[in-house]
């Protein structure tokens, strides 16, 4: 049985400023890099033997400050499948005054639902496009050989992800959420080549 490990990145300055950050290659907070000891800390019961990120800073910080807490390295590979949603021209503003602009039921609507897309940006559905056949071609493949994998990356990559491993429906997906910091387990094995979760929880 094989260990699959997902963790949201620790806080960031824009999440901290309440901005839509997408692809915006912001920091992490000083709280963000408490997020992200605490949760090594809490993922030293594992033992990994590789570890994917993206390529946005906040996730590789998140990533160095978990193995430093964890006491020991993994092998990284950073690939940009696993980045954030773009959020096209959202990018950047307060999301109150996006609600203002465009309503708070539109906002709601872009950065919740499914198949919404946000103004030169991409639908929760775009991004599953290349995190789901990134993961089955890569992660899966280390997954299959037996070995445990940590993934940091972002809150609807994850959520695109994790839709896709606990085969949530759409109309479910807008009540998920990935909260930063806090890592989430997979136990997993293989039956005739189809992935299969025997347990998840979520530490804290």
Do not use: C
């Not at 033992?47 to 946005?56: E, H």
């Amino acid at each position: 049985m094989a260990v699959l490990a997902l963790l949201r990145h620790g806080e960031s300055l824009w999440n901290e400023e309440n901005r839509f950050t997408g692809w915006i290659d912001v920091p992490l907070t000083e709280r963000g890099r408490q997020e992200a000891l605490r949760a090594g800390l809490l993922l030293r019961g594992y033992r990994f033997d590789v570890a994917y990120t993206s390529v946005l800073q906040r996730a590789v910080e998140t990533l160095e400050l978990v193995m430093l807490a964890m006491g020991y390295r993994v092998p990284v590979i950073r690939d940009w499948h696993l980045n954030e949603r773009s959020y096209g021209d959202l990018q950047g503003l307060n999301k109150d005054e996006a609600a203002k602009v465009y309503g708070e039921e539109q906002v709601r609507t872009w950065r919740r639902s499914y198949r919404a897309v946000p103004p030169n940006g991409e639908s929760l559905e775009m991004t599953q496009r290349r995190v789901v056949p990134f993961f089955r071609n890569t992660i899966m493949l280390d997954l299959r050989d037996g070995k445990n994998v940590l993934v940091v990356a972002h809150g609807n990559s994850l959520r695109a992800l994790v839709m896709y491993l606990e085969d949530i429906p759409e109309d479910v997906i807008p009540t998920v959420e990935i909260p930063t910091g806090q890592p989430i387990i997979y136990e997993v094995e293989f039956e005739k080549d189809k992935l299969v979760i025997k347990s998840k929880k979520v530490l804290s």
